[in-house]
Nanobody, 128 residues
Framework: QVQLVESGGGLVQAGGSLRLSCAAS????????MGWFRQAPGTEREFVAG????????YYADFVKGRFTISRDNAKNTVYLQMNILKPEDTAVYYC?????????????????????WGQGTQVTVSS
């Protein structure tokens, strides 16, 4: 079992920044690839960013490229999502997720059902 706890969400003005954190416990953190997803009201959950076990490979949705950065610290069992130049359309509940997918590569990293464990989510609201 893996437990994931997100933090760092909140209310920010358009153009601002937030850093989300996701603390993991339950098994060796470096055994899982990690991803961030988001879900706005009335929409499906969508992939935002993903990172491989060692942190050497990262993946991004087109709508966040150049604005968001995913990183991880395996010594702290934590994955981060640095979000810059936030837009009102980034408003959503953000979830972190752990994946046993191996290899963590290709189109599979974008699929929510490839992730085995999920956090409870943290709300991000961007005002215009």
């Amino acid at each position: 079992q893996v437990q994931l706890v997100e933090s760092g969400g909140g209310l920010v003005q358009a153009g601002g920044s937030l850093r989300l954190s996701c603390a993991a416990s339950g098994r060796t953190f470096s055994s899982d690839a990690m991803g961030w997803f988001r879900q706005a009201p009335g929409t499906e959950r969508e992939f935002v960013a993903g990172i491989s076990r060692g942190g050497d490979n990262t993946y991004y949705a087109d709508f966040v490229k150049g604005r968001f950065t995913i990183s991880r610290d395996n010594a702290k069992n934590t994955v981060y999502l640095q979000m810059n130049i936030l837009k009102p359309e980034d408003t959503a509940v953000y979830y972190c997720a752990a994946s046993a997918l191996n290899p963590y590569s290709g189109s599979s990293v974008y699929l929510s059902y490839k992730y085995d464990y999920w956090g409870q989510g943290t709300q991000v609201t961007v005002s215009s």
